[in-house]
């Protein structure tokens, strides 16, 4: 058989896929050797890169979609990423739902799956700094210091594996892609980046892989950030900026949440701003921590 698979479990799951669907197969490859066999067999194709750590949500797929519809191959990776997590206990309880995952990726049709363990991206004792400027401290640099440096580790790793025409990202992590932005234009690396619009739940939860881990209760407060922002973006050219501000904090800290930053900044530079029209994008963030789940969100204001 043409599929390489990387252990047993997966192995009778995919069986099953096979039945599920029997026009397309997803292809599932673990090493980098493996995957510049692959590119060797799609030379000359689109490559569209959606790079992932899995427990895909319609967020992801979304992003999959989208590949699909502007290049002729696209590649997911799932790969939970050490290096980008400051705090152990939340790489521990990192979910790694590999089954539902794999289902998922081959209902979306995508058509391969690259997911290497931690030894085939990381030679033992490496070290790496990329210099992010200022978006590397503010806001989530600030609450998640080595955050971004994990992220761009692993990214521009990635890049240069999978070697993608286009890479999609959503735009529920509005700093990550504008890190990821300045690593692609610092380094002059042939991929476009495409930022993809926040997928939400009906109810207006920005949809995020950490949300299995909000109980009933949780998911009713963590509602409170989407209303935040929203407040926010009513109150454009109605109140001013810190008042509009200061109300959506007050909506906030009135529940039982852990605000810990809610700004309107330019899109630009995640630079406060004082009038609202100071810049061409405008974008509200908020980060919180509902019971022990830290949640992120944005609205582009402009
Ligand atoms: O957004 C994520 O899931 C991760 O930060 C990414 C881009 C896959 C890098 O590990």
């Known amino acids: 058989m043409n599929y390489i698979l990387w252990f047993g479990k997966s192995v009778r799951f995919l ?34 890169f959606v790079p992932t750590m899995g427990a895909l949500h319609n967020g992801h797929l979304s992003l999959i979609e989208q590949s699909k519809q502007e290049n002729d191959f696209t590649v997911c990776s799932i790969f ?15 979910p790694r739902p590999v089954d539902a995952d794999l289902k998922k990726l081959q209902d979306a049709n995508c058509d391969l799956l690259f997911m ?26 600030a609450f998640r210091p080595g955050h971004y440096q994990g992220v761009t580790q692993v ?6 594996i ?7 990202f959503g735009q529920k992590d509005y700093q990550q892609v504008m890190v990821i932005k300045k690593m692609v234009e610092t380094l002059n690396l042939p991929v476009s980046i495409v930022r993809c619009s926040t997928v939400r739940e009906q109810d207006g939860l920005a949809m995020s892989s950490r949300n299995v881990h909000l109980s009933n209760e949780e998911h009713q407060l963590a509602l409170t950030l989407s209303s935040a922002l929203n407040a926010i973006k009513e109150s454009v050219g109605v109140e001013s900026v810190a008042i509009a501000i200061e109300h959506a904090k007050a909506l906030i800290l009135s529940k039982d949440i852990s605000l810990e930053y809610l700004v309107v900044v330019d899109g630009a530079t995640l630079k406060d701003i004082s009038d609202w029209n100071q810049s061409k ?18 609205v582009v204001l402009s």
């Open 281 to 298: 994008e405008l974008v509200a963030l908020v980060a919180a921590k509902v019971g022990k789940t830290r949640l992120i969100d944005n």
């Open 116 to 141: 290497p363990a931690v030894d085939e991206m990381y030679a033992k004792g490496e070290t790496w700094h990329m210099d992010l400027g200022d978006l590397e401290h503010v806001l989530e640099g």
């Open 155 to 160: 990214v521009k790793k990635l890049f240069d």
């Open 80 to 94: 939970v990423n050490p290096t980008q997590f400051n705090d152990p206990a939340d790489l521990e309880r990192y």
């Open 15 to 48: 069986q099953n896929l096979r039945v599920l669907n029997s026009f397309s197969l997803l292809k599932i490859i673990t090493t980098k050797a493996q995957m510049q066999q692959e590119l060797a067999m799609q030379q000359g194709k689109s490559i569209g």
């Open 162 to 168: 999978v070697q993608p025409t286009r890479a999609y």
